[in-house]
């Protein structure tokens, strides 16, 4: 079974950085795209980053553009979050995702990693 496991969250004060990661383990070898969602407080999950493996293309929703970078490692199947410049209201529980196959695609979640940002 496909297992992805986050790390990075934290406590961080408003205009610092964060790295979050997520490692990917199984029998996948590869997957549709990953990304990063985000739940804050009394708002719906919404994707925060996602990167399309098949073409090494990048998108984000327009809070995080220039300041959040998606990436992925592909010997250690594991994508990051660069998160800079961070704000209060950026603050939420981060999922990672992982999609693969068709018809339906399958989606696979980690557990969360919480990001607290203070002022």
């Known amino acids: 079974q496909v297992q992805l496991v986050e790390s990075g969250g934290g406590l961080v004060q408003a205009g610092g950085s964060l790295r979050l990661s997520c490692a990917a383990s199984?029998?996948?070898?590869?997957?549709?795209?990953m990304g990063w969602y985000r739940q804050a407080p009394g708002k719906q999950r919404e994707s925060v980053a996602r990167i399309i493996d098949s073409f090494g293309a990048t998108t984000y929703t327009d809070s995080a553009k220039g300041r959040f970078t998606i990436s992925r490692d592909f010997t250690k199947n594991t994508v990051y979050l660069q998160m800079n410049s961070l704000k209060v209201e950026d603050t939420g529980v981060y999922y990672c995702?992982?999609?693969?196959?068709?018809?339906?695609?399958?989606?696979?979640w980690g557990q969360g990693t919480q990001v607290t940002v203070s002022l």
């Open positions: 995702n992982a999609e693969w196959g068709a018809d339906p695609p399958l989606n696979f």
């Open positions: 199984g029998s996948i070898r590869t997957f549709n795209a």
